[in-house]
C-alpha cells in the first residue's frame, strides 16, 4: 500500500517519516520524497497515529489525486535541483512529464489553478534557493554555479538572481544575514 507525504524534501524528511511509520508498527517497504509504500495495510489505530505524528512534525497525508499530483511536481523539482548532480539534457517539462507519468500541459494547468503560480516559477524559487545555497559556501564561481544549475550563463543567472531577490549575487554573497529560505516554503 502507497501514501503519499507533503512537505517531504529531504533525506532527513525521508528518515523521520520512516520512524514515524516505524513507531506506530508499520513497517515501511520503501520511503521516499513524499511517499511511503508499505507491506502491509495498516489498521485504523495505526492510520490515526502516524497522521498525526506526521502532522506534529510538518507533514501531512495526501488523500486527493490533485494534491498527490502536485506534490509528485514539487517532488520531481526539489528532487532535480537540491539532490541531483546532473541536470539532465531533456527540458523540465520534459523531465517533470516523464516522472509523473502524465501530459505536462495537464500538469501545468492543475500547478497553476492549486498552487495560484505556475510550476516555471516554482521551478524559478527553487533554483534561486539553491543558487543562495552554493554562494554562501563560496566554494564555486558564479559560472560554476550557472552550469552546475543548467543557466545557460553566468550573466542569465546574474540577471535571474536580481530580478527574485532584487540582489547581484556578489552583493548577496557579501551580506552577512544571508535570507535563505526554506524548501517547503517556495
Given at each position: 500500500m502507497k501514501f503519499?507525504?507533503?512537505?517531504?524534501?529531504?533525506s532527513r524528511c525521508k528518515m523521520v517519516v520512516n520512524d514515524l511509520f516505524l513507531k506506530a508498527g508499520l513497517i515501511p517497504?520503501?520511503?521516499?520524497?513524499?511517499?511511503?509504500e508499505l507491506l502491509e495495510e495498516p489498521g485504523k489505530a495505526q492510520?490515526?497515529?502516524?497522521k498525526k505524528s506526521l502532522e506534529e512534525v510538518?507533514?501531512?497525508?495526501?488523500?486527493?489525486?490533485?494534491?498527490?499530483?502536485?506534490?509528485?511536481i514539487?517532488?520531481?523539482?526539489?528532487?532535480?535541483?537540491?539532490?541531483?548532480?546532473?541536470?539532465?539534457?531533456?527540458?523540465?517539462?520534459?523531465?517533470?512529464?516523464?516522472k509523473v507519468n502524465y501530459d505536462y500541459t495537464y500538469l501545468s494547468n492543475?500547478?497553476?489553478?492549486v498552487e495560484g503560480t505556475t510550476i516555471e516559477k516554482y521551478i524559478i524559487a527553487q533554483r534561486i534557493e539553491k543558487v543562495?545555497?552554493?554562494?554562501?559556501?563560496?566554494?564555486?564561481?558564479l559560472a560554476e554555479i550557472a552550469d552546475r544549475l543548467g543557466y545557460s550563463s553566468a550573466a542569465y543567472l546574474s540577471n535571474q538572481f536580481k530580478?527574485?531577490?532584487?540582489?547581484?549575487?556578489?552583493?548577496?554573497?557579501?551580506?552577512?544575514?544571508?535570507?535563505?529560505?526554506?524548501?517547503?516554503?517556495?
Open positions: 503519499y507525504v507533503r512537505n517531504m524534501v529531504c517497504v520503501s520511503v521516499e520524497l513524499g511517499e511511503v492510520l490515526e497515529i502516524v510538518g507533514f501531512e497525508i495526501i488523500d486527493d489525486k490533485k494534491s498527490r499530483l502536485i506534490e509528485q514539487k517532488n520531481a523539482v526539489v528532487t532535480l535541483i537540491h539532490h541531483s548532480a546532473d541536470f539532465p539534457k531533456t527540458n523540465f517539462s520534459e523531465f517533470i512529464a516523464q492543475l500547478f497553476s489553478e543562495k545555497e552554493l554562494l554562501m559556501y563560496d566554494e564555486l564561481s530580478k527574485i531577490t532584487g540582489l547581484s549575487p556578489s552583493f548577496y554573497k557579501a551580506l552577512k544575514e544571508n535570507k535563505r529560505r526554506n524548501i517547503e516554503e517556495l
